[in-house]
């Protein structure tokens, strides 16, 4: 049977700054941020910013599939409505290159890592100890979410 090379990008997605890392056959290969001009206003103008970047982003690493993780409301119905529209446009742009993806809820990526922790700023802090210890890297909330996204996404999306 032919091994395949599956390069799987994960997304941290926000409107300011997102995170992001890519695993290729299981193992973290890069990581980062995406930042639109925090000084933009214009909600609208954000969202533009930070759908080019992920676009250069997908298209720079070709990835086979892509793991985002689903909007969840918090306390601001503004921000929860753009973070809906900002999947939305990243979705349409995947259906458009025919690659596939996976929306995963924050409680399921959070549980298969082990991350406890009732308040949401517990839960950031135990994400970067839990990323420290597995990956010997120091890094900021974003981008521990996404690598523990991309943890959870290697060991559970089969691909064909």
């Given at each position: 049977?032919?091994?395949?090379?599956?390069?799987?990008?994960?997304?941290?997605q926000?409107?300011?700054?997102?995170?992001?890392?890519l695993?290729?056959?299981k193992?973290?290969?890069t990581?980062?941020?995406?930042?639109?001009?925090?000084?933009e206003?214009n909600?609208i103008?954000?969202?533009?910013?930070?759908?080019?970047?992920m676009?250069?982003?997908?298209?720079?690493?070709?990835?086979d599939?892509?793991?985002?993780?689903?909007?969840q409301?918090?306390?601001?119905?503004?921000?929860?409505?753009?973070?809906?529209?900002?999947?939305?446009i990243?979705?349409?742009?995947?259906?458009?290159?025919?690659?596939?993806f996976?929306?995963?809820?924050?409680?399921?990526?959070?549980?298969?890592?082990?991350?406890?922790?009732?308040?949401?700023?517990?839960?950031?802090k135990n994400?970067?100890a839990f990323?420290?210890?597995?990956?010997?890297?120091?890094v900021?909330?974003?981008?521990?979410d996404?690598?523990?996204?991309?943890?959870?996404?290697?060991?559970?999306?089969?691909?064909k």
């Amino acid at each position: 049977m032919e091994e395949f090379i599956i390069k799987i990008l994960c997304l941290d997605q926000a409107t300011k700054i997102s995170g992001y890392s890519l695993f290729e056959d299981k193992k973290l290969i890069t990581y980062g941020i995406l930042q639109a001009d925090t000084k933009e206003k214009n909600p609208i103008e954000r969202m533009k910013q930070m759908n080019d970047r992920m676009i250069e982003l997908i298209d720079k690493h070709k990835p086979d599939f892509i793991v985002f993780e689903d909007i969840q409301f918090q306390q601001n119905y503004g921000t929860f409505k753009q973070l809906g529209q900002l999947q939305g446009i990243l979705m349409a742009y995947l259906f458009k290159l025919d690659v596939g993806f996976q929306i995963i809820e924050p409680s399921a990526w959070k549980s298969f890592c082990g991350i406890k922790g009732r308040k949401r700023e517990e839960q950031k802090k135990n994400t970067q100890a839990f990323v420290k210890m597995k990956y010997k890297l120091d890094v900021g909330e974003d981008i521990a979410d996404a690598i523990g996204i991309g943890v959870w996404a290697i060991n559970n999306i089969k691909i064909k």
